[in-house]
């Protein structure tokens, strides 16, 4: 039986398996935002990024790595903004670039703060920049770490100081939200997503960091309304010790008709902060390619490697149709 053929750079499972997902949409999330992203691509370049389809979902969880296993100090506040902190009120107040912002608040306050607009804006450049240049390495890692970043900016608690509910008694919001919702209810989802040409970079960012943080209040109302007097043994799934379990992460799980009435009363806010950050992850991948003159990518790759994933990429695009991201090892934290 013939098989797909992808170049991958595989992230080892023991490394996945230290990863600590409390501040990022969980693997499944970025691992399901990458490669639908792949697919929703156009044609003409989305054929190489389908190659490189493993790496690029696989990577998609890299920045998490790099900020937990390999404690990279300057990989934290590349993946939220607290715009409280930065007293917000619109996209038009905020700093344009990184610098503008050390130089208002402080490189202290703002990685204090989060800089995640800034990084994929940064970003962004770089990948125009490889794109132009045709440099292959580069073009994935950058696409992929990009995706996340991006991924990031959907989850609505990324955007504020109260990222876990921490400030108001919700302890374990962000998890259950960005991890556990979608792997026990994902399976409803429609990820089917346009992708689009963005003529303006920086708005696009805020447009995102804007709308994500105008969810953090009816994100935290309904669990508030929802966990308010419950005992224990109504809040979490309770193991045989008689204590609320947790998943391989320590994080604790929370019990499924808990989360199954959390996420009606959410009214399909998960899924379309998923299917949305597929769509931009795209568009920003597809806007970088188009200001770098539409380099010819598959020109990158072996004929042969193209010649033989192109039937299962057409096969894989049917079923994208269909709303279904498939094709790989899912990693699930609740299970």
Same mark, same amino acid.
């Given at each position: ?11 080892? $499972? ?31 370049? !989305? ?40 007293? =917000? ?15 208002? =608040? ?65 302890? !374990? ?38 709308? $994500?943080? $105008? ?40 019990? =499924? ?35 770098? !003159? ?33 094709? =790989? ?7």
């Amino acid at each position: 039986m013939i098989k797909r053929i992808f170049t991958s750079v595989a992230i080892v $499972s023991a490394v996945l398996g230290c990863v600590v997902s409390a501040y990022a949409w969980g693997v499944w999330g970025h691992n399901k935002i990458n490669r639908g992203a792949i697919l929703a691509l156009p044609q003409q370049m !989305g054929m190489f990024f389908y190659n490189h389809a493993d790496y690029i979902t696989e990577e998609s969880t890299a920045p998490d790595i790099r900020k937990y296993t390999m404690n990279d100090k300057e990989e934290f506040p590349r993946h939220y903004i607290n715009l409280e902190s930065y007293n =917000y009120t619109n996209p038009a107040g905020m700093p344009r670039t990184i610098e503008e912002a050390r130089s208002k =608040y402080g490189k202290d306050s703002v990685d204090k703060f989060g800089s995640l607009p800034w990084t994929i804006q940064e970003m962004m450049d770089k990948l125009t920049a490889a794109m132009k240049a045709k440099n292959r390495a580069e073009i994935l890692f950058l696409a992929a770490n990009l995706g996340h970043y991006i991924a990031d900016a959907h989850m609505p608690l990324h955007t504020s100081v109260n990222h876990d509910g921490q400030l108001t008694g919700q302890k !374990g919001i962000h998890s259950l939200w960005e991890s556990q919702l979608p792997e026990q209810f994902g399976k409803n989802y429609s990820l089917y997503a346009d992708v689009h040409y963005i003529d303006n970079i920086e708005k696009a960012t805020w447009d995102i960091i804007d709308s $994500s943080h $105008s969810l953090v209040t009816p994100l935290l109302y309904n669990d508030r309304k929802l966990r308010k007097d419950k005992p224990t043994e109504m809040l979490y799934k309770i193991g045989t010790t008689g204590q609320p379990e947790k998943n391989k992460y320590g994080q604790l799980t929370f019990s =499924y008709d808990y989360a199954h009435v959390y996420h009606e009363l959410l009214g399909g806010m998960v899924e379309n902060q998923l299917r949305a950050a597929v769509s931009a992850t795209a568009s920003f991948w597809y806007t970088a390619w188009v200001n770098a !003159g539409k380099p010819d990518l598959t020109s990158l790759d072996p004929k042969y490697l193209t010649d033989r994933n192109k039937k299962f990429y057409l096969e894989d695009i049917a079923y994208w149709k269909k709303g279904k991201v498939s094709g =790989y090892k899912v990693i699930y934290e609740y299970q």
